[in-house]
């Protein structure tokens, strides 16, 4: 089961780091990803690390501020946000899935966490 973790209210310009962490060694050997949701809004892809940690790819939108990254030792999952806006307003939710696509497809994803709310003030 996934956990995420971290969220918080924040000014805009500020960071937070978001945590993704489940029990198991498995978790380790899946790829994880970071979506989010907005009220009125259709879910949407936000990045996503391979089990490896050697790939990663992200929304164009959050590319030069969000930094995904995993620990091992930890079977955590990272999402590391800075600069942020008040349209990253969102629940953000991290997800597993057996392999990595490289695409921001949800379908792949089999394992999901319960959201965490990220709120930007601006």
């Known amino acids: 089961q996934l956990q995420a973790f971290g969220g918080g209210l924040v000014q805009a310009g500020g960071s937070l780091r978001l945590s993704c962490a489940a029990a198991g060694r498995n978790f380790n050997r899946l790829a994880v990803g970071w979506f989010r949701q907005s009220p009125g809004k259709e879910r949407e892809f936000v990045a996503a690390i391979s089990y490896s940690g050697g790939s990663t790819h992200y929304t164009d939108s959050v590319k030069g501020r969000f930094t995904i990254s995993r620990d091992f030792a930890k079977n955590t999952v990272y999402l590391q946000m800075n600069d942020l806006k008040s349209e990253d307003t969102a629940a953000y939710y991290c997800?597993?899935?057996?392999?990595?696509?490289?695409?921001?497809?949800?379908?792949?994803?089999?394992?999901w966490g319960q959201g965490t709310l990220v709120t930007v003030s601006s």
């Open positions: 997800a597993a899935a057996t392999i990595y696509t490289g695409n921001s497809y949800a379908a792949p994803y089999n394992y």
